[in-house]
Structure formats: C-alpha cells, structure tokens
C-alpha cells in the first residue's frame, strides 16, 4: 500500500513544514506553519495492487500585512502626538565656579594593639568636584597599595580602613585633595603596640641506634607529648636490630633509656613444607599416576 499526497493536481513537494503519517491506516498531514500559496485543495491517493482510493479536503489561507498603515493603538496615539509636540526649553543651569578642596574636619589620632583594625575619616569640600584627586601618605612617602588598606571617597565623605594593622604601621597619614583650583590635606597619627611575646626554650629529646643518632625515616616516627615520649617503627627491617636509646636533656642535666629490638630474619627461598597435610595427599596423587608392576616367582 502506497499513500501520496497532491495540492492542487501536483504532487506535494518535500519540505521541513510538512509531516506525513502512515501507520496501521492512519494516514494524516500535519503543516507546521502555512502560507497564503499553500490555499487550495489537498487529495490524498492509497493504492495497491487492487486498485486505488482517494479524499480531497480544500481549506484557504489569509496572509498577514507586511506593513500596517492604520494606527494599532488609537487610543495611544493621541499620547504620542502630545509627547511629540515642542516644547518650552527649561532655562539653563546657573554655571558654578568651582572651589578648592577644604577638609571640615581633621584627621584623628589613633592608639591600637597589633592585629586591631584602624579607621581613619574626615570630610571635603566641594562634594561633587569629578576633578578631584584624593591620595593618601604615611610619613611623608606614598601610601603603597595592600589588601589591607581599603580607601573611600564617596559625597565629600573619606575613609581609610585597615583590616589589621602591625607595629610597622605606626607614623603619621596623611591625606591630599587637590583639583585645579588647588589643594588641601590634614593628617592623623596611628601608633600600634607590639603583642607580648613569651619565649621558652623546650629540652630536647634524642634517639640515638648503636650509639648513632637515629636518622629521619619515612618507617619511623618520634612523638613528645606532654613529657610522653614514644618511637613508632611502622615496619622493622635486619638492619633495625640493635639497642635504641633515648636521651633527654635539658640545663640542669641530662638523663637516658635503653632498650633493645631483635628481629628474625625472613628466608628469601622457603624450603620447608608449610602444609605437610596437603604435601601427603600431594605425593599419594603423585604415585597413583604411575603403573605399577608385580614380578611373580623368585
């Protein structure tokens, strides 16, 4: 059985909008999107061996305006014209001459303890200068750039932030405004105290092997815990025997253990059975194999 289509008398040309079905005698056309040449009449012609039947169907297609001269929103269009329409220009703005920079208030002084955070603010006139430059030193030398230092300058409002600050940091800052009517500055002092810092020297523990100091290893480990002294040999070798000693001392003198590691020797070539059970049934198996022979008579 055999299903063709025709549009117009011709048949259907192939084309990515068309989708033909035929399946257990369902036969349908699906057009995914149809254009004004597409009007006209549609047979469908099944044929077979027997003979041949058919159905036409006809259906006509409306094209869309390319260009629409007719207002879509009449009720809008009055709006329009009225936004449309000229109007009065609003009177220029009164230009103003620009002023120098003026701090309003100084720079503080600052007391903190290394590892505080520091804040530094103060206030400039004009607010709104975009010629204004802003630039920040510590005594005297430019302030270099830090991921810990955070600058601000925002409607006459500055700020210098320091997440954390150390001994070096200490000094005088300073703080430039400048455009080309000239400049101003003020400047605040920050000191940071050192943190106090304890230091004790432990005694020391030693190992020592056959009278030698014991050497770094990836097998061994040494462990000194709250006067818990351990030694972890992870796996022992021939070369490991002989007599450990551990020696700790410290300014008032010194003191020591011993002990001793023996350790057997693996054979490289085993030439002992290690299941005689399995070696018997082995050699019984073994001889069951052969013929054997039974001499008669003398």
């Known amino acids: 059985l055999t299903v063709e289509w025709y549009h117009n ?3 259907l040309a192939n084309g990515h909008r068309f989708r033909k079905t ?3 005698g369902y036969v349908s056309l699906d057009i995914l999107y149809a254009f004004p040449e597409d009007s006209g009449e549609w047979t469908c012609v099944a044929t077979n061996s027997l003979g041949e039947a058919q159905s036409s169907a006809s259906f006509n297609v409306i094209g869309n305006k390319v260009i629409y001269d007719e207002s879509q929103h009449p009720e809008s269009l ?37 590892g505080q955070p520091a804040h530094f603010e103060t206030r ?32 006459g409002f500055i700020g210098l932030d320091i997440a954390y600050t150390v001994p070096e ?22 000191g940071v105290e050192s943190k106090s810092v304890f230091r004790i020297s432990l005694f020391p523990v030693l190992m020592f092997h056959n009278g030698r100091p014991l050497a770094a290893s990836s097998r061994i480990a040494m462990r ?36 001793s ?3 057997q020797s693996r054979a490289s070539i085993l030439g002992d059975v290690q299941h005689p059970e399995s070696w018997k049934r082995i050699q019984a198996c073994f001889f069951l194999s052969y013929p054997l022979k039974v001499f008669a008579g003398n």
Not at 86 to 113: D, G, W
Not at 127 to 151: C, E, Y
Not at 169 to 186: H, I, L, R
Request: aromatic residues 8%; hydrophobic residues 35%.
């Open 78 to 114: 009055h709006r329009i014209q009225q936004i449309e329409a000229p109007k009065e220009l609003p009177p220029e703005p009164v230009e103003l001459k620009p002023l120098a920079p003026q701090f309003i208030s100084p720079l503080q002084t600052i007391e903190r303890i290394e």
């Open 22 to 24: 035929h399946d257990f």
């Open 169 to 190: 940091d200490s000094g005088v800052y300073t703080v430039v405004a400048a455009n080309e009517q000239g400049q101003d500055q003020t400047e605040g002092y920050l």
């Open 224 to 259: 000194n815990e709250f006067g818990l002294v351990t030694l972890d040999i992870h796996y022992v070798l021939p070369e490991d025997v002989g007599e450990f000693c551990c020696l700790a001392r410290n300014a008032a003198g010194e003191d020591q253990t011993t002990g």
């Open 124 to 155: 400039v006139t004009p607010i709104n200068d975009p010629q204004m430059r802003v630039q920040w030193f510590k005594d005297g030398a430019p302030l270099l750039n830090s991921n810990r230092f955070h600058h601000t300058s925002d409607f």
């Open 261 to 263: 590691l023996h350790c």
């Open 9 to 11: 008398g011709y048949p």
